[in-house]
């Protein structure tokens, strides 16, 4: 009698055993058509970081005619000096002649590549559109091989400024961070130097995100914005500052900070770049092309594989030291310990 009335309520409650249930049992018991179902997949890919690969804009682009070399040579003659006391002609006689200074620089273009294969039965089997994903994602990883090699040859310029007067990596706290203060001062040094401002006026100023966000901590640029301007700060625009464009990227060489190695430091240091314009030249000989080959030919007989890659040749190359800047600062993520 009971065992009838508990299972009267058993299967008024859904636990009868005459159920069949998706999320007990296992695979082949009696009850359970687990074995039965498919894991849905999203029509549409996740998505990836695209990041701001931005250093080639700031550089000079020059292109390398075909059937011509991996060579490019730049000239500049030299300005003459003027004399902090300028002598005055003698009458009749003309002064010593000066000779020109021509200076050559010389680039040699490099070629880099990446190249990844897709198996026919990926295609076959694959319920999303993989051709055109990797595509896209080879242009992507192109794109940022291209910002860090340019970022590469930068991080290597002569001059280097410090905030707070620093002279170095390992004298850098988490206090020494960019600032409204360091932006007047890079201006004057480029102005000095006689750097030309970018097209709009201003010289240029990247940074990468641990950097801008350490600048929009500045007293000095919160001030200047909360009353006239206050939705820059809401929105995280720095804009124009000192005589910079701040302009901020999050490729991956900005995003890689140097670790202090001193006893006792913990400060992440990274690199972000004042420039003026004709600093650096940027030199292609080959333009990014993405190639996909279709399956086939001497190596793969039976077309059981799809390769897709890409290439390009170029060249940078800091033709004027005094017109950049190298700006090494703490992050907003550094601590001093």
């Known amino acids: 009698m ?30 359970n058509v687990a074995a039965d179902l498919q894991t849905y997949f999203s029509a549409k890919l996740l998505e990836v970081a695209e990041l701001n690969t931005i250093l080639d804009q700031f550089g000079e682009r020059v292109d390398i005619p075909s059937n011509s070399s991996k060579t490019v040579r730049f000239v500049r003659e030299e300005k003459f000096a003027v004399a902090a006391t300028p002598q005055q002609l003698t009458e009749g006689l003309p002064p010593d002649a000066v000779g020109l200074t021509l200076n050559e620089f010389e680039a040699v273009a490099e070629q880099y590549g990446f190249l990844t294969r897709l198996s026919d039965l990926a295609e076959l089997t694959a319920k999303h559109p993989v051709v055109q994903k990797t595509m896209y994602l080879l242009t992507l990883q192109a794109q940022e091989t291209y910002d860090t090699l340019v970022y590469n040859v930068l991080n290597a310029a002569t001059n280097t400024y410090y905030p707070n007067a620093k ?21 004057a040094l480029l102005n000095d130097n006689g750097g030309r401002p970018m097209d709009g006026g201003s010289y240029a100023l990247v940074l990468g995100s641990q950097q801008y966000a350490s600048l929009l901590k500045d007293p000095d640029f919160k001030a200047s914005h909360q009353l006239v301007r206050p939705e820059a700060i809401w929105k995280g625009e720095v804009d124009t500052l000192g005589g910079f464009r701040i302009v901020r990227s999050n490729a991956p060489a900005f995003a890689a900070p140097t670790l202090q190695v001193g006893a006792g430091q913990a400060s992440k240091i990274y690199s972000g770049f ?22 086939g030919g001497q190596y793969d007989p039976l077309q059981q594989n799809r390769k897709m890659g890409w290439k390009f040749a170029f060249k940078t190359l800091i033709t004027n030291q005094n017109w950049l800047f190298r700006y090494r600062t703490a992050g907003a993520n550094s601590v001093t310990n």
């Open 167 to 187: 002279v170095g990596d390992t004298a850098l706290t988490a206090a020494d961070a960019p600032s409204y203060v360091d932006m007047v001062n890079l201006d």
């Open 2 to 31: 009971f065992n009838k009335i508990f299972g009267a309520i058993l299967g008024a409650t859904g636990f009868g055993a005459d159920v069949v249930t998706v999320t007990t049992g296992t695979f082949g018991n009696a009850g």
């Open 274 to 295: 004042a420039i003026a314009k004709f600093a650096y030249q940027v030199s292609n000989l080959q333009n990014l092309q993405v190639y996909v080959v279709a399956p």
